[in-house]
Each structure stands twice: as structure tokens, then as C-alpha cells.
């Protein structure tokens, strides 16, 4: 009987131990926050002083190619343009996906011409809400290099006005 | 009868418990590294840049030597029989393919670098030959660097993002050198931009930085169809050198410089400086690695043509 009760104590604490094991990378499921969405219909829209063309010097994996033009929104992308744009040519996003109130933040590449090294070049992003300009930033390289850089904007929370009017 | 039930329960959770621990451990991935072969410095140079600590990367040739004629030994055999992937230049920069031949005979995968680019198509006494020294511009190593990415993350699929982000970090650094290697030529005329070199290995360069390339031994110090010196090729590169006012001719540093210092004291002019061509600097020399030696390559072309 003993030797028995023995084998049953030892088989439950080697199951508790290798189940214990087993479970304990198992990563846990978090919880993750949404913040709203920002009311109202955004455009972006990006000029270049420069022709951008797809970048020669691009990590090529065969999952992500090379592109001439990049915006991404709090990290997801939101315009590539791989074909050569003319300088000047306004490019516009509307309406633009993943707004959020608050804070958020764009990121841009845009690639210049390899052989033009001595020149800085820049890029204007306007930023619309319901056709008004809600943001303008210029973004510059350094001299021959492309632009690859970042900015935030604040988008405020449409509080609508209470109609407290009675007849 | 307690103690004795205590006692076997314990050496029974020892041995659960190390058994457990010895899974765990061989589940986890092996501390032993990728070993990565490559034929030139240059290659071993992108390869380290992109996989860092986490793989072994070694060349069979060292600095100075010269890929057209090099012989591997048992040792290079050996170290083919250790490797996991075996990387080459490709368009026969590697004399009679002799790290392809190494990679099959030790039965290892081999990846040609310069897959995918266009080459510059020479005219070899009648014969078309492929020029194989690819990796003489920032934007060809790009194409260097983006195949042994591929093949690094194949070989190790669980550090690809570790490769990518390594190889995005590298590429960039090739870029600012583009940059600066095109600022660096900008105050030497096109007229004067004539290279006169050891062996017909900067084709690539002079056609990216508007230079005119001359070289006394053609593509290959080897045999190979093309390559080597010939009468007429001399003739034409010390024709050239009076003809253009050319300031400085340049040796390289794994082809013997008598033959350029020869041609120097025969069209009186002076030796610019030497070059790195077909392999990088040794341990401690500024040209040890890729940037380093493109640095140093253009800072002693334009000392010697200004």
C-alpha cells in the first residue's frame, strides 16, 4: 500500500512540475488599450523639392522592396510610392486611416537622386482636417542624403456643443 | 518507513527536475554559431557587418592576396568541411572557381554576391568578359550586401530581423560614402579624372565617379582569356598617360608594383600612392574594412591627380 501511496504522490508532483514548466513562458494575454479614433475627414498631402526615385541603397529582402516614398502613421504605412515622382508633384492621402485623438506621429523616407550629393533637399507635409490646415512641417536632409525623419501632431477631440436650445 | 517514502521522493524530484532541465536546454537554440566561409575580405567585411557576434565569419584569402591566382590549400578544405554557407564573389573573380569547387567538394551551400547584377561587359581581345570587380562602388556593395542578407537569414531564419536591421544601418553607411565619394572627385576636372592602376580592376569606379581607367594588365592577373599584359595594352596605357597630362599612375596592394613603377619612370611620372584593390588592408591598416578602404582609396587618388 505504501510503495503505491508513494508512486501517487511522486506521479502528482512530476505532472504538477512538468505542467508548471510547460505554462510558465506561456506569454500572457495583455490587454490592449484602442485609443478613438479622430473625428472628421484628414487628408495629407506631401510635396518634394525634389525627384524622388526608388532607393539604390534599399534593404531588399523580397518580403519589403524598395520604395521612393514612404509615410507611415503611428507605424503602420499609409502611402509607398516606388515610381519616380516629379519635383513639385503634390501627393495626397485621403482620407488618412489610423487617426487618433491625440498624439501621433508620422514618419517619412523620401529619396533623392544618388547622383546629386552637394544639395539638401526638403519635403512639405500638410496635414487636413475637413479642408482646413491642421499641420505643416518641412522635413530636410543633410546634403546628399535622403530624408528620413519623423514629426508628431496633436489632434484635438471634436467636443460637440450640446444643443440645450428649447423652443 | 516515512524517511525512506521522504527519501525516495526526493531523489525522485531530483532527477524529474535535472531530466526537465536537460529538455529545457536542448530545446533552446544551440550556442554553437553559424560558420560562414567567404572567398575575399571584402565579402567577409559585408558578412560581419550584417550578422555581427552572431555568426563566425572568416575569408580564405587574407589581405593583400590576390584572388585571379590563388591556390587553396588543405587548410582552406578544412575550413570549407566546418563552414555552413560559403559565400563568393562570382563572374570567375575567384581564378578557375575555386571557391565554388571548395564549397561542392565539402558538399556546403555556396552564394554568388554579385547575383542579380549588371555587369560591365569587357572586350577581351575579341572575347566578351564579365568584369568582376562589382563591389569597387557603394552601390554595387548594396547589391552585395542585400544577397548575403537573403542568405544569412535563410541559413539562421530566426535572426533575420537582427540581419535586416544590421544590413539597414550598413546601407545607409554605403549611401553617406556614395555622397561623400562624389563630393571628395567634384573639384578634379573631368578632364583630368584619368586612373591609371596595376590591373584592369576599376572599371565599376571610374564609370560611377567619371574617371577614364587604365591598366597596363587586363581584367585578371591570372590566365584567363583577357587578362594579363600585353605589348599593345602598354603601349596604349603610356600613350595615354603623355596624352591626358596624367600626374600619377597607382599601384595596388595585391599586384606587384614593378610593373607600374616601370611605366612611371618610362612616361615621368610619379607613383600616386597605392590602392587597395582585390583584397582589403591587414589587421590595423585604415583599410580594413570596406568603408575604411574606399576612404583611403580616394583620399590617395586625389592627392595623387591634384
Known sequence: MRPAFAVIIWVVLIGGLTVYMQSRDTAAVGVTYKPPRAEGVFALQVTTTFAVEPDPFALRTGQTEASALLVKLNGSEILRR???VQAGTPIRVEPVPGL??????????????????NLSYAVRVQLFRDG??????????????????????SVTKVTKAKDDHHE | MTRQLLVLLSIGL?????????????????????????STTQLADFTRQIVGDRCRVSSVLGAGADPHTYMPTPKDAQLALEADLCIENGLHLEGKN???????????????ATDGLEPIVLDAGGMKVRDPHAWFTPRNAALYVNNIVRAVSKLDPEGRS?????????????RVLDAWIRDQFNPIPPAQRILVTSHDAFNYFANEYGFKNQAPVGWSTGSEVGAGMTPERRKVVVDSIK???????????????????????????????????DSMGPEGSAGVTYIGMMRENVLTILNGLQ
Open chain 1, 82 to 84: 516606388a515610381d519616380r
Open chain 1, 100 to 117: 487618433i485623438d491625440g498624439r501621433n506621429e508620422f514618419y517619412l523616407e523620401a529619396n533623392p537622386p544618388v547622383g546629386l550629393a
Open chain 1, 132 to 153: 482646413q490646415l491642421v499641420a505643416d512641417r518641412s522635413l530636410w536632409s543633410e546634403p546628399g542624403s535622403r530624408i528620413a525623419s519623423s514629426f508628431q501632431v
Open chain 2, 14 to 38: 531530483i532527477l524529474v527536475t535535472s531530466m526537465l532541465a536537460t529538455v529545457r536546454a536542448a530545446e533552446e537554440p544551440s550556442h554553437k554559431k553559424p560558420f560562414i566561409l567567404c
Open chain 2, 98 to 112: 575555386w571557391m565554388a569547387t571548395l564549397a561542392k567538394d565539402a558538399g556546403k551551400p555556396v552564394v554568388t
Open chain 2, 162 to 174: 537582427e540581419y535586416e536591421a544590421r544590413a539597414k544601418l550598413y546601407l545607409q553607411q554605403l
Open chain 2, 243 to 277: 596624352n591626358f597630362n596624367v600626374k600619377a599612375v597607382f599601384v595596388e596592394t595585391s599586384v606587384n608594383p614593378k610593373l607600374v613603377r616601370e611605366l612611371a619612370r618610362e612616361a615621368g611620372v610619379k607613383v600616386g600612392g597605392q590602392l587597395y584593390s
